[in-house]
Structure formats: structure tokens, C-alpha cells
């Protein structure tokens, strides 16, 4: 995940800068690079590989400005190199950018037309350029930011030096995090705290949509509107710990607001953005063509993670997937047939049954993956190949943006295994893509929906027991919204694929029992009627005066709003990538009735983070 610095001092900056992307360093990164003003002209420098080599750079080439930008680049758009490290910059402008801007294609074509030469591989440049061209209008630099922002597409935090601006420092964020730091006549900016933590432990969070001008006498912040916005100034404790809350009331309230980050930068390890494919980043030490059926095992969270997968691989990549909790799993003694692919998902690595049923796998000759979110554990330890998930460290119990990012990698992994078997076409893989580089974006879209939410909680509050329905990927998603519910609010709940509801659960219904149907419109199963069957089934609810919360797209909203209680809009995003958008409402759903619950959040009673014991 790129880091972002920027420093508004009285002493040459280029040493604070690189100290504060050493603070950084925590999220991963490929190049590093810092740019400043020397007599108010823009000056960078930069390098690839580890900050001791930009360290080096400054050694042979000091910079003196007092003002400045710095930056760690984990590569998205074009691979690890000097050029393609940030800050990019023109005669006119320097930017450091973390995430995705997805309309960089069509924006550098309109830029090279009307003459921009570009440097460098990355969607980052054309943010350079747009300003630029503002600016060459005859903007001065906030208007020309002003008149650019809206010009992005994707999910993004931002930081903009100017040429011939000793006392301006412009930052941006939508959907990536960007804090301001508050010194004494010095203003900072950072990606978190932790990085500003040597400086200064007073902190303002943007907001999403947040621009902030800022100078060595403060900051003033406007909203996506252009409107001038007041941001609560607070005391940070993160020089005490690398990892805080930010301006957030729990841990699983922040890991849910920072998914469009981690998802983003999860797929970024997968994918080439730029090429639209993916690209596996590891040797797989088998065959895809060769594999005839996957297991795959894992407990809680991550075994719905990989329930979506099993729908994935068998429809992308062909191949029978068969799945169980590893607590089953290992004493079903279910036959393999050696050389078949076992892959197990864990947030921890440590999970002692998801561990077991590797290894009861490794005796019977299956090539072991684990999709595993800490990478130096015994799980990651003891397969043949992990993928891991670049969500960065979980502290809430239950488990939120670690689920969103295995799914992430999972499907990047199905796609590798449909193309490897030849059954999925270049062009359905290009489709795929880029409906998941939106997917940081559409998260961010979904995360608007919290103040709805938040109301809606209020009413869960009261209820005994709660229904989550779905049908297909939305299936494992009603199972982890009831799981959320149950894990942190103690509300029963339970969830089910909604053509069983006539099977059972139908006879619990009645006005008092709120039933949360998740259901994207389906498009491409439309001609199976799949959509329209789960507004059957929600007839069936309605009819006995069950209260339906509906979690849809704008399609599904016209054909069924009128049968729920309340709707929650999503944006119409790919079906293959709702899972990944639509764990967003369940898991807020989840965390509101818990505040208003009054539990124990982030710890809640009798779980464990990282359960080793049987
Ligand atoms: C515990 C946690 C869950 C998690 C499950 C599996 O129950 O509370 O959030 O999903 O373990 O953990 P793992 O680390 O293997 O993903």
C-alpha cells in the first residue's frame, strides 16, 4: 500500500520526510522518492527499491527546501522502477498518489492530444498533467486542484507540491486515508498517523471527498461540494503503537472504513492494471491443467471467503470444488486423489483445525495454497504457496477487511486457473479485471450508505432473532452477515441460501422477525430468473409480516423496494464482484446494532482472535 508524507517546515525537510516513510515502511513498497523546492523550483529525488537507496540519492544530491513531498510506491499501473516512482511532476506541479485512478487511460490520451509528454507508466502522471493544464488556463494552484479532483475516477489519496509555493501544500482523499498533522507554525500530511508520529500527535482525519489547502498557519478543508468544512482536531497515541484508531470509536470500524485501501492494494499484488489481467506475482509449483478438483478448507469468516470461491472456480475455471469447516474436514476422512489442489484461507495463519486439515492434506499428497493474511505464520509457513492478503493487521475479533481481501485474492486466483485451463478467454478475463480494479471505488460507495444504516440499526437492536437470505455468491454473504451479527451484537441469527426458506426457517416468521435479504440484481442469470426468485421468496416474508431489509442495486431496488421495510442502494456493480461490495452493508449492520447494543466491540465475549486450540 503506497505511503504518503508531506511537510510544510522551517528546517530542510528531505531527512523528516525520508524518517517518516520509514514509518511507513510497514505497509510494503517497491520505490520510494521525495520532491521539495529548491528556490522555488521543483527538485525530486527518488529510487527504486528500499528507502536506503533514496537515503543514498540524498547523500550524493542533498535537497534543501523546507517544504516537501515523500512517498513509498507499491506498483499498480507499471512495474517497480526510478521513472515510475513517485513524486511525478511537471514544471508546474509535483504528486504523490495511493490508489487507483481508473479513467488514466482516457485521461492521458486527452492530455498527450492537447501535448503532454509523459514520463513515466502510471496513472498517477495524469494527475500531474490534468493539474497542469488547469493551471496553464491561468488557474492558481487550489483552483486548478478544484477543477481536476472531480475530472478522477477510482479510489484515491493525494498530495500536490507546487513550483513557486514556499507555504502550500494541497491533499485530496476518496476512499484512500490522509490525515493533517498540526505542529507548532508546521503543518504535516500523512496516509496515518504513524507516519506524522515523530512530529507531531495532533491529527485531523480527512473525510472521504476531503480536500485540504494547507499551509504553515493550518488547514482549511473542503467537502466534496467545495463547501469550507470544520475537521475535529484530536490527540493521536500512535507513536505509542504502530497500529491505532485513528478517529474512529473501535478497530472494526476503522478496518471497514480502510477496505477500499487494502482491497485496492490486494488486487494490485494480483493484477497488471495497466495490461487489464492478472499476473500471480508467485510460481505456482502445480499445474492447473492438471488438477482435477480443489478442497477447500477453512473455519468462521474465512471459510465463507472461500464458499464465494467455490462458485467462482466452478464457474470460471471449470473445476469441482468440494468444501467443508476444517473441523469436519479433517475427521471426514474424505478421499484424494493425489496431486489435487488443497487450499486453505486464514486470517491468522494460526487457526489450529485449519492447520490440522493442511496437514492431514500434505500426507495425502495434495499441493497445499493458502491465501493466508499474515504471512509469517505456521499456515504460510507450511504450504507450498501462499497468496497472502495484503489487508495489513486485524485487531477487531471479527474479522472485516480481511474477508473482503481474501475474496479478492481468491477470485484473482480463479481467473489464473480459467485462463491456465483454457476455459476462460482473454476477453472475459479483461472483463473481469476491470470490473475488479472498481472495486475500491464502489466500497467507498457503499460505505455512504453508514448514516442509513446506523438508523436502520436502532430497529435491530430490539430484535431476538434475525434471517439473512441470499441466493448463489450472495448466499455465503447472508451466512457472514448472520455470523457478524451473531459475533459482536449477541443477537441470534441465522443464515440461509433463500430457496431454503420454505424449507424450515419460514415457520419462525412473523412481525417481529427483521429478514435481511441480500440480493444483487442478477444480469447474467436474469434468464434464469434467479433475481426474481428471491423476490418470491421475499413475498413469502412479506406476507406473514416479516420486516425486510433489502441490499440491492438500483435494478433491484425498482423491482422489490416496494416488499422491504427498508432498502439499502448499492451501486450496480459486475455480479462477479458483489461479494466483495455487498460484505460492506452486512458488516456496518452488524457493527451499528453492536454499538447500540453497547457490547464489547472490538473484543467481544467468549472469541478469540486467533483460535489455536481445537
Ligand atoms: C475466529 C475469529 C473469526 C475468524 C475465524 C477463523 O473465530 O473470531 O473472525 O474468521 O477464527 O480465523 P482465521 O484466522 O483462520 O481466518
Avoid at 488547469?134 to 484515491?156: H, Y
Wanted: hydrophobic share 45%.
Amino acid at each position: 500500500m503506497c505511503g504518503i508524507v508531506g511537510i510544510l517546515g522551517h528546517e530542510p525537510v528531505a531527512g523528516q520526510l525520508v524518517d517518516a516513510l520509514k514509518r511507513l515502511e510497514y505497509r510494503g513498497y517497491d520505490s520510494a522518492g521525495v520532491a521539495t523546492l529548491e528556490a522555488g523550483a521543483l527538485t525530486r529525488r527518488r529510487a527504486e527499491g528500499k528507502l536506503r537507496n533514496l537515503e543514498g540519492r540524498l547523500r550524493d544530491a542533498p535537497l534543501s527546501g523546507t517544504i516537501g513531498i515523500g512517498h513509498t510506491r507499491w506498483a499498480t499501473h507499471g512495474k517497480p522502477s526510478e521513472s515510475n516512482a513517485h513524486p511525478h511532476a511537471t514544471d508546474r506541479i509535483a504528486v504523490v498518489h495511493n490508489g487507483i485512478i481508473e479513467n488514466f487511460r482516457e485521461l492521458r490520451e486527452q492530455l498527450e492530444k492537447s501535448g503532454a509528454k509523459f514520463a513515466s507508466e502510471t496513472d498517477t502522471e495524469v494527475v500531474a498533467h490534468l493539474v497542469t493544464d488547469e493551471m496553464k488556463k491561468g488557474k492558481n494552484p487550489v483552483d486548478a486542484v478544484a477543477a481536476a479532483l472531480p475530472r478522477l475516477r477510482g479510489a484515491f489519496a493525494l498530495a500536490f507540491l507546487f513550483a513557486g509555493e514556499e507555504d502550500l501544500l494541497i491533499g485530496a482523499r476518496k476512499g484512500s486515508p490522509l490525515a493533517v498533522g498540526h505542529g507548532d507554525g508546521e503543518m504535516f500530511l500523512g496516509s496515518d498517523a504513524i507516519a506524522l508520529a515523530p512530529f507531531t500527535d495532533t491529527i485531523s482525519y480527512l473525510e472521504d471527498g476531503d480536500w485540504a489547502v494547507v499551509t504553515r498557519k493550518g488547514v482549511q478543508v473542503r467537502d466534496a461540494t467545495g463547501k469550507i468544512v470544520e475537521r475535529a482536531v484530536l490527540k493521536s497515541n500512535a507513536s505509542a503503537f504502530l497500529v491505532d484508531k485513528g478517529n474512529h470509536r473501535h478497530f472494526m470500524a476503522k478496518e471497514i472504513h480502510e477496505q477500499p485501501e487494502v482491497v485496492g492494494h490486494t488486487l494490485a499484488h494480483y493484477l497488471d492494471m495497466a495490461a487489464e489481467r492478472v499476473s500471480l506475482p508467485m510460481t505456482l509449483p502445480f499445474d492447473f491443467k492438471k488438477i482435477e478438483r480443489v478442497a477447500i478448507s477453512a473455519c468462521g469468516t474465512a471459510y465463507y471467503a472461500g464458499l464465494v470461491a467455490k462458485y467462482w472456480f466452478e464457474r470460471f475455471a471449470r473445476l469441482p470444488v468440494e468444501i467443508d469447516v476444517a473441523s469436519e474436514f479433517r475427521y471426514r476422512e474424505a478421499p484424494f486423489s493425489p496431486g489435487n489442489l488443497a487450499l486453505f484461507v486464514s486470517q491468522s495463519g494460526e487457526t489450529a483445525d485449519t492447520l490440522a486439515t493442511l496437514r492431514y492434506a500434505k500426507e495425502q499428497k495434495q499441493h497445499v495454497l493458502s491465501v493466508v493474511n499474515v504471512p509469517t505464520s505456521t499456515i504460510a509457513r507450511e504450504s507450498d504457496v501462499v497468496m497472502p492478503t495484503l489487508a495489513g493487521p486485524e485487531i477487531g475479533v471479527a474479522s472485516t477487511k480481511a474477508f473482503t481481501c481474501q475474496l479478492a485474492t481468491l477470485l484473482c486466483l480463479t481467473i489464473a486457473a480459467g485462463r491456465a485451463r483454457g476455459v476462460l478467454s482473454t476477453e472475459d478475463e479483461r472483463n473481469l479485471v476491470r470490473a475488479m480494479i472498481e472495486v475500491p471505488r464502489h466500497i467507498s460507495e457503499a460505505l455512504r450508505l453508514e448514516p442509513q444504516i446506523e438508523a436502520l440499526s436502532r430497529d435491530l437492536v430490539k430484535a431476538k432473532d434475525v434471517l439473512y437470505l441470499g441466493r448463489g455468491t450472495a448466499y455465503p454473504l447472508a451466512l457472514e452477515g448472520a455470523l457478524k451479527l451473531k459475533e459482536i451484537s449477541y443477537i441470534h441469527a441465522e443464515g440461509y441460501a433463500a430457496g431454503e426458506l420454505k424449507h424450515g426457517p419460514i415457520a419462525l416468521i412473523d412481525e417481529n422477525m427483521p429478514v435481511v435479504v441480500v440480493a444483487p440484481f442478477d444480469k447474467s442469470a436474469r434468464r434464469e430468473g434467479v433475481f426474481e426468485k428471491t423476490v418470491s421468496n421475499m413475498q413469502e416474508v412479506a406476507a406473514r409480516g416479516g420486516k425486510i431489509i433489502l441490499i440491492t442495486d438500483p435494478h433491484g431496488a425498482k423491482e422489490a423496494a416496494a416488499l422491504s421495510l427498508s432498502t439499502l442502494v448499492l451501486p450496480d456493480v459486475a455480479t462477479t464482484v458483489t461479494p466483495i461490495v455487498y460484505a460492506i452493508p452486512v458488516q456496518l449492520m452488524a457493527y451499528h446494532t453492536a454499538v447500540n447494543m453497547g457490547t464489547d466491540v472490538d473484543q467481544p465475549r467468549n472469541l478469540a482472535k486467533s483460535v489455536t486450540v481445537e
